[in-house]
């Protein structure tokens, strides 16, 4: 089993549309948790970051929940510049500063 | 502007020939890493350095050698023991010990390699 792991996508969805990622993570010490944002033949760029009561940034709500050990990202009315690869983020304790990526999950918006 | 510095961002090599890949970081983080990205696939890592003068394997290690001898610094050699190395290579940077909301990771622009 993956330490992180991501819905498989790709998830494609009308502009207006509220779309939902998760994220499960296997290493209960993990410490830190991100959204990154990759578009096509590009670097990861933070989205956001995700704390344990949860934080909003415009569209975009990210959510964390320790006891089933997920994340997830919740995007609402959607637009065509949301078209990209959400990659999760982990980064645990027990191995200071080692980060695990999930695998992306690729999102189309259509108009 | 502070950032991370990735070169060359494209690089042709040719069989059996080592090649390196440079990383600099002006953002006084303590924490380097090296990803490698596969088409479609999402990030497997390389090595990660933590200090100066210490680095560890990542997921992926074989067939690649890195050393950090400076802060700022932390090169990516591919070498002839990689067999398959054409992919997308990004660098990182990130401090350590900040807590969970201190330590945001920042990448470089990447080095795309091509084996010819």
């Known amino acids: 089993r993956k330490e992180v792991e991501q819905d498989p996508g790709p998830f494609n969805v009308p502009e207006g549309a509220t779309v939902a990622f998760n994220c499960t993570y296997s290493n209960s010490a993990s410490q830190s948790f991100f959204w990154y944002r990759q578009d096509c033949r590009k670097e990861p760029k933070l989205l956001m970051s995700v704390y344990s009561s949860g934080n909003e940034d415009g569209r975009f709500t990210a959510q964390l929940n320790r006891a089933s050990q997920y994340i997830s990202l919740l995007i609402r009315d959607s637009k065509l510049s949301d078209s990209a690869t959400y990659l999760c983020v982990v980064i645990h304790n027990t191995n200071a500063g080692k980060s695990t990526f999930g695998d992306g999950t690729t999102l189309t918006v259509k108009p | 502007d502070g950032g991370i510095t990735q070169s060359p961002k494209y690089l042709f090599r040719k069989e059996g020939q080592n090649v390196t890949l440079s990383c600099e970081q002006n953002l006084n983080h303590d924490a380097m890493y090296w990803y490698r990205q596969d088409p479609g696939q999402g990030l497997r890592l390389i090595y990660y350095?933590?200090?100066?003068?210490?680095?560890q394997k990542g997921d992926i290690a074989e067939g690649y050698s890195v050393s950090r001898e400076k802060k700022e610094s932390f090169p990516l050699t591919v070498t002839s023991a990689q067999k398959n190395p054409t992919a997308f290579y990004l660098c990182a940077s990130t401090y350590s010990n900040r807590g969970p909301s201190g330590n945001t990771i920042y990448f470089g622009e990447g080095s795309w390699l091509t084996v010819v």
């Open positions: 350095s933590q200090i100066v003068n210490d680095f």
